[in-house]
Each structure stands twice: as C-alpha cells, then as structure tokens.
C-alpha cells in the first residue's frame, strides 16, 4: 500500500481587471514557487511517493514545476485524463488529495497521511469560510481529504465531465468518512485558505512568513537564541521577495571562509563575527527550506557553515589560544566535544533537555569575539570548553 498524492491545477482565478480570467489558481505563485509545487512538497514531506496533478492542458509553469520537483527528487505527473489517472494508482493506495488553490498548514497534512482510515479536513461554516467548499450545513471543506484508491476507482465510470477532486469529496462525505476539526483561528491567521487571485496567494506567503521558527533538530540549542532570533526576523522578508534558500547558503558560506581567513590573519574578532553572521544566514536558509518544503539535509553545502564554523573555532584556538601544543590539543578536544554535540542532537539525543543546556558553535562564537576584543582569546576558550563538556554531562546524567 502505498500513499498518493492527487493535486489539481485545473481552476482559473477569479476575473481580473477586464473581466478575464488571468492564469490558473495552482499556477499562482506562493512562497516563491506555485501553489500545486508547495503542495506536492507538502505531500512529499508527509510521505506520499507520486504526486498525481490533474491539468486540462500543459503550460509552462508546470512543465518547470514538475522540473523543479524532479530535480529534489520528487516523482510528479502531469495527468490530462481519466483512463491515465486510473493506471498510476494501485486498488490498495491510499490517496491524499488537496483541492486546486488550497493552501493547508505541514501539520494538518502529516495528521491526514498518518491516518489509518478515510478523513478529511473540516472547518465551520461561515462568513469568513465562505469561499470553501461546504460538505453540510454547519461544516465547509478545509482543502484535504484521506481515501483509498478504491473510492476514486469506484466512481470512475460515472465521473464524465465532472469534478474529479470535488466527486470524491462528495463521495467521501457520503461513506461517511472520519471528520478532522480546524480551528477557526487557522482561518482568520490565512494558514487554510483558498487562494483565488494573487492577492490571496501573497497573503497566504504572508502568514506562512509569520510562523514562528524555533530549531528544527530535537528542540534545538542555545543557538535558537544568539543565531535564532535574528534569522527569524529575516525569514519572513526572505519569503516576501522570493529569495533563494540557496543564495542565502552560499552568502553564509562566504561570510564563513571570510571569517576563517581573518583568523589566520590574526582578527580575531572580526574572524568570529563573520562566521557568526554566517551561522545566521545559514540558519535562515535552513528555516526558507523548511517553510517552502525544499530537500533538506540532502545536499553536500547544506553543511558546510557547520563545518567552517567549526574550523573557525578550531584555527581560533590552536593559533590565538596561546597554550602551546597542550593547549591546540585541549582546542581540539574543545570544537570536538562541540561537534559532537551537534551530532548526538541530530540523532535524537537530548530532546527533553532545554535549549539553554546545550552549548553550540553561534555561543561559541560570540565568546570568543569577546575575547579577541577583550585581548583575553585563552581565556574565552577555556570557557567554552567548559561549557561543551558540562552540556555532555548534562545530557548524560539526564539520560
């Protein structure tokens, strides 16, 4: 059994300027991509394994759509007719469909493919859900639903002309199906919405900008503070102008080798201070890969300010430690305990421990530009090594 998810582009927005309709509500452009492109993201990320998009016909904007996905490693099809969208499905699947424009909170969408049985998404009827499809007098459709292939199946012969997401909402109403609750809140914040024209669609960025972001990896670290703070300030213009996640790694990795030039050249101040304007331009490129639904994790370079974070730190405390060679070995082991803790954070490790507890390269950072003001570099190491080991301890003594 396998999950499926069934997009549509197939809806035009409402009439613009003229009275003519201007593009299809898919095609809109969200979060810097399309709208059926955040959904198929949306449904890759909740374990979907095909992305199904019904099209009248193929235009541009979706040919690169499917590109762009395909190029993250995510299977979409363009689908034109029934008979082509009965063979890519399985009488076992599981299908997550998302009406055409929908724009649906990540966790909703996780909650809907991790059901066990057919569900939907329902929200109160009202003036402010209006423009929502209504499946009863007192409930409108919040834009996904979860049914077996075999429901699609089903009403295929009698489909025609119809509606294809719509029959099988209908028809999903009909059995019955499990009804998952939304708050209104969601509703009146633009987290569920159904985006119409463009207007609708960057108010939609808008409130998607508004998210808080906290660290994505088991609670995060004391980096959420010194690193975290400032870049969730720049996330939200990030995503109002369309600004590549990519573009931003490689600024942070420049700021990066930047920094670690000036180390080597004795500023240490300015060294650390630059890798850590790097630590926080890499953290806005993680949080605009998460909100967008791009890969994470799964290129080479979405690493590598880590690791020049830590080379910063490193050179920092073999070259302006002034410890000799017992002192470049008590550095080693310093950016080592550091290293590690990033890695038993990222496996899981430590989730039930507060941020505040556990030390991380931005921190580091931070101090030790302290010291190279201070003219106390040694010292400032000392600290930090300090604080690395006691975070260990911690986390083991918790454990």
Not at 28 to 36: D, R, W
Not at 39 to 54: E, M, T, W
Not at 130 to 142: C, K, L, V, Y
Not at 268 to 273: E, H, R, S
């Amino acid at each position: 059994m396998a999950l499926v998810a069934l997009l549509s582009a197939r809806s035009m927005t409402e009439a613009g300027q003229g009275g003519i309709a201007l593009r299809r509500r898919g095609e809109l452009t969200f979060a810097g991509q399309s709208i059926v492109e955040y959904q198929a993201r949306q449904a890759h990320a909740a374990g979907a394994g095909h992305a199904l998009i019904l099209v009248d016909d193929i235009s541009p904007v979706l040919t690169a759509t499917v590109d762009r996905l395909a190029a993250d490693g995510i299977h979409a099809t363009l689908i034109r007719d029934m008979p082509t969208l009965s063979r890519m499905i399985g009488a076992t699947d599981q299908l997550l469909l998302i009406g055409d424009g929908h724009i649906v909170p990540e966790s909703h969408i996780e909650l809907l493919a991790h059901n066990d049985h057919a569900a939907l998404l329902a929200i109160p009827a009202g003036p402010a859900t209006r423009s929502f499809e209504r499946i009863d007098a007192e409930q409108m459709w919040g834009g996904a639903l979860l049914a077996p292939a075999a429901m699609l199946l089903r009403i295929m012969d009698m489909l025609g002309d119809w509606d294809v997401p719509l029959t099988l909402l209908r028809t999903a109403v009909q059995d019955g199906s499990a009804r998952m609750q939304c708050e209104m809140a969601d509703v009146f914040d633009g987290r569920i919405t159904v985006a119409t024209t463009q207007a609708a669609a960057d108010a939609a960025t808008d409130a998607l900008a508004r998210t808080p972001q906290r660290g994505t990896e088991n609670g995060g670290d004391i980096d959420d503070w010194p690193v975290g703070a400032p870049a969730a300030r720049i996330v939200p213009f990030a995503i109002r102008h369309g600004i590549a996640s990519t573009m931003v790694r490689n600024i942070a990795i420049g700021l990066g080798l930047l920094g670690l030039v000036a180390i080597l050249g004795g500023l240490v101040m300015l060294g650390c201070l630059l890798a850590f304007f790097g630590l926080v331009a890499d953290r806005v490129a993680g949080q605009l890969d998460r909100l967008l639904r791009l890969a994470m994790g799964t290129r080479p370079l979405d690493h590598a300010m880590g690791v020049i974070a830590l080379l910063v730190l490193l050179a920092t405390g073999i070259i302006h430690g002034d410890g000799g060679p017992l002192g470049a070995a008590g550095a080693t082991l310093c950016v080592g305990l550091i290293a590690l803790n990033i890695l038993i954070r990222r496996r899981g490790i430590g989730g039930d421990v507060p941020e505040v507890l556990k030390f991380a390269p931005g921190t580091a950072l931070l101090l030790l530009a302290l010291g190279g003001l201070l003219n106390a570099t040694g010292t400032m190491f000392a600290i930090c090594a300090l604080l690395a080991f006691a975070s260990h301890a911690n986390q083991l003594l918790r454990a």
